[in-house]
């Protein structure tokens, strides 16, 4: 596996070139094939965004004959500058794959069969109105994605929530995204980093914690290494419990016993507080302090701070006390730039808004943020979980444009806009991610629709909620079948993909960005937009859901933006430019904002150079005082192992996509799990040995992978799993964060049999 792993690496110079430490953006750009492409090599190139990541590289579709025949970086789009990695290099494939469904399917005596538009959705239709009748409307529900256009998840939205009049309406970003919100919401009233891409330009330190951008982020990393070639006195930390490749950059990698990193993150406001490298200033004229229950003073919060010593972070973490102290040092220099990016390993933590938390308190201690360069930056994870999912607010307790369910204010004025009563929208958030699926073992949710992600396989402790996936009416959109959540369905609905369809996608940076359709979907396949609307016209709703395409969904879900902090750009100007960062300027959308909640920069402060928190009533941030938390089950005598999961270069989560690349498929072709030499040691296991993973709640075969392509800590284990063949997630951990209900992918107990 490695051997080939290694020829891809070589053969793909562009994955070579994110792969490796220190390489320049510039080489590895000129160094793709698909940039070696000229105008005249396709009959057209249709401008796009990338469908994997929530970096959002914008790539031009090359299309002869209505094929694509290749795909390239937009050297116009800022965010990759032409670049691309190598899964948006080979994204024709996933076009042509051989399981494409092109016509729906309806299951009939256990066995799927062929059938007609009208007779899957005339059946999907008596389902969820007798459901509706009978057990009401909070006993049918939608799951859908960040991988989803906006104006998908916008109509999803509306119909479920305005029109059927169930909040049972969630999405994987929940299992992803949703810590971070969290921290955003609690500490600065708002959703979504302030800072952009264009602050690596400017920092001179970056934490990294729990992120590995090299392999999910490649052309950000790509940015990283080239700022990091261009100013050599640029300071990388990278805080993971496992080596994994991006640290070959670091100037300092910090690996610790998983599950503590709220022990290093409080003592380093710790020092920064007892050695003086705070911006007092900033403090009192920027910043409220809580527990989290009550407002508190300052002095409340250095009392609170004292507990976490670095002695004490050097016993839970295993850093040394100096390692502590001299990472709080470089994050907190003065007249220095700190940037802090993190992904997984601090949002999918049962304390994982508490995590999010603790890192803003450590840019707010330090007054290093709304400066150039100067920033706490989560990293998306999807393509759109920002623009689809949190903007268009399609998960249980959200509305568009940043409102809550539970405000009736808020209810009045998206009511108004899709021309209901108010009182359609019930005030009580329906069931989150994990809760919806137990409600569909429980036998209460009667019908579910699945958009656009794959849950028996990437949920957690899915063996316990797959069978309720069996039991539920289930109609699944997807573009290839089966899948492990295809198999289940009652019906499944083929889905154009990709560049099959029209719509728009917003990134990590607030980056709204235009994909136009490239060619048409193969046989009956249609856009999600398509069997959405068809959907709401069949339940009785047509008069709500008339629309001539995404540009009049889109002109209405602007409506719900407006007078907003989050107000998006229209569709003509997204059509034109290449990405368009909200909140837009001048209510025509033309112009972005680069930073918000500093004066210049964002729109809605008057004073240039002024930093505004107005997005809360005291318009002041948070610092909040967060206890120590470990993981919910960490290893103990009888699981001796902290199992962590994750990704790798080459595969896209449930690997439907990815799987169909050969190239990608040949160089990892299967889930594996990566031991630390003296564990294998131990255990006597090697290099391709397959070992069973048991946890309390099920067991899963993999292939052992000794220390590489990653290291992970001694007592830790990291599986990939993209595999449907080998289901990773019947072994990981259900338990949420109380705040967010983000699962805990990251941390559960083990042990390693041998097979
Ligand atoms: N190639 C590829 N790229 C992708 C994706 C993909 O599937 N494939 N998916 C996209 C999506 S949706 C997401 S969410 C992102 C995820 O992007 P990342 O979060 O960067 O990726 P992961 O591998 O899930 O987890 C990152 C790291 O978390 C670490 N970790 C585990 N436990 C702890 C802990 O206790 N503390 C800390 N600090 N770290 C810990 C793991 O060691 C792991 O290396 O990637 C996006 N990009
Ligand atoms: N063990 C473990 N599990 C995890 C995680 C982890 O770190 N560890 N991470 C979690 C995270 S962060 C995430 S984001 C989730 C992701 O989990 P999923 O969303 O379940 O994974 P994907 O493989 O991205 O699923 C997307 C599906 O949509 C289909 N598809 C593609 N395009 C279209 C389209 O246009 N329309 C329709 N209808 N279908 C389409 C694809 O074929 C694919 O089956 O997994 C979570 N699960
Ligand atoms: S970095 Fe992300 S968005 Fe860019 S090409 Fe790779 S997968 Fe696509
Ligand atoms: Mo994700």
């Known amino acids: 596996m490695n051997f080939t792993r290694r020829n891809f690496i070589k053969a793909c110079a562009v994955s070579t070139a994110m792969l490796t430490a220190g390489c320049s953006v510039n080489k590895s750009g000129t160094q793709t094939e698909s940039q070696k492409l000229n105008k005249s090599d396709a009959d057209s190139w249709v401008k796009s965004v990338c469908r994997y990541c929530g970096t959002g590289c914008g790539v031009l579709i090359g299309v002869t004959n209505g094929k694509v025949i290749a795909v390239k970086g937009d050297p116009d789009n800022e965010v990759n500058k032409g670049l691309l990695c190598a899964k948006g290099y080979y994204l ?7 399981d494409r469904i092109t016509q729906p399917l309806v299951k009939k005596n256990g066995k799927f069969v062929e059938t007609s538009w009208e007779e899957a959705m005339n059946l999907i239709t008596e389902k969820f109105s007798n459901a509706i009748d009978e057990y009401g409307p909070a006993s049918v529900g939608f799951y859908g994605s960040g991988q989803a256009l906006a104006e998908e998840e916008y109509v999803a939205n509306k119909l479920f929530k305005g029109a059927i009049g169930s909040n049972n309406v969630e999405g994987n970003p929940r299992l992803c995204m949703a810590s971070a919100v969290g921290g955003y919401t609690t500490t600065f009233g708002a959703d979504e980093p302030m800072g952009a891409y264009e602050d690596f330009e400017h920092a001179d330190v970056f934490f990294i914690i729990g992120s590995n951008m090299a392999e999910c982020h490649p052309v950000l990393f790509a940015r990283l290494t080239d700022k990091k070639r261009q100013d050599p006195h640029t300071k990388i930390i990278i805080a993971d419990p496992r080596r994994h490749r ?29 050695e003086g490298l705070t911006d007092e200033d900033f403090i009192a004229k920027h910043t409220s302090f809580s527990n989290g229950q009550a407002k508190i003073t300052y002095d409340q919060f250095k009392e609170f701070i004292k507990d976490f010593t670095p002695e004490f ?8 006390v100096d390692r502590i102290r001299e990472l709080a040092r470089i994050f907190a220099e003065p007249g220095k730039n700190t940037m802090s990016m993190w992904t997984m390993g601090i949002n999918q933590r049962v304390a994982g808004v508490w995590a999010n938390n603790m890192l803003h308190n450590l840019h707010l201690l330090t007054g290093k943020i709304c400066r150039p360069g100067s920033t706490p930056f989560s990293l998306t994870g999807q393509p759109s979980a920002c623009g689809s999912v949190r903007e268009v607010g399609a998960l249980c307790h959200l509305l568009p444009g940043h409102r809550g369910v539970a405000n009736a204010k808020h209810r009045e004025e998206i009511a108004k806009i899709w021309g209901i009563s108010a009182d359609r929208i019930s005030p ?28 028996a396989q990437s949920l957690p402790n899915a063996t316990h909620y797959n069978p309720g996936l069996e039991k539920t009416f ?55 937009l398509d069997m959405l609307i068809d959907f709401a016209h069949r339940l009785g709703y047509g008069s709500l859901f008339q629309y001539d395409g995404p540009e009049d969904v889109w002109n209405e879900y602007l409506k719900c933006t407006t007078g907003t902090d989050m107000e998006l750009a229209t569709y003509q100007s997204l059509k034109e430019a290449h990405g368009i960062q909200w909140p837009v300027k001048d209510h025509k959308g033309i112009q972005g904002t680069v930073r918000r909640f500093i004066g210049g920069e964002d729109p809605y402060i008057k004073e240039k150079g002024k930093i505004d928190f107005y997005a809360k009533p005291d318009n002041r941030a948070v610092i909040f005082a967060r206890p120590y938390k470990e993981g919910e089950e960490m290893p103990d005598a009888e ?46 296991i090697k290099n391709g040995d397959i070992v069973r993973l048991v946890s309390r709640r099920g067991s899963v075969e993999l292939p052992v992978q000794v220390e590489r392509p990653g290291i992970p800590q001694p007592g830790m284990l990291f599986a990939t799993w993209f595999e449907a063949d080998r289901l990773v997630n019947s072994v990981t951990i259900d338990a949420v964060d109380p705040g967010s209900k983000e699962p805990e992918f990251k941390i559960c107990a083990v042990r390693v049999e041998k097979v």
């Open 92 to 98: 024709p494939q996933i076009l042509t794959a051989d």
């Open 246 to 274: 991006s640290h070959k950059i670091a100037d300092i990698s910090v690996p610790f016993k998983p599950g503590t990193d709220l022990a290093l993150l409080n003592a380093m406001a710790y020092v920064i507080i007892e």
């Open 313 to 320: 972070a050097e016993k839970k973490t295993n850093l040394s």
């Open 428 to 455: 009580k958030p329906g069931y989150h991610t994990m809760q919806l699926f137990q409600k569909c073992v429980d036998g209460d949710v009667k019908a579910l629709w699945v958009m656009c992600t794959n849950p």
């Open 474 to 528: 289930l109609v699944v959109a997807e573009t290839y079948h089966p899948t492990l959540t295809s198999k289940y369905a009652d019906v499944v609905l083929p889905a154009a993909l990709w560049c099959e369809k029209e719509g728009v996608y917003g990134n990590t940076e607030r980056r709204t960005q235009h994909l136009a359709k490239a060619i048409d979907p193969p046989g009956e396949a249609r856009p999600d």
């Open 639 to 684: 699981y001796p192992f902290c199992l962590t999961t994750g990704r790798i270069l080459e595969h896209w989560h449930t690997g439907t996509m990815t799987g169909k690349c050969p190239a990608l498929n040949r160089a990892v072709p299967s889930s594996y799990v990566e031991v630390h030499s003296k564990d294998a040691t131990q255990l006597g």
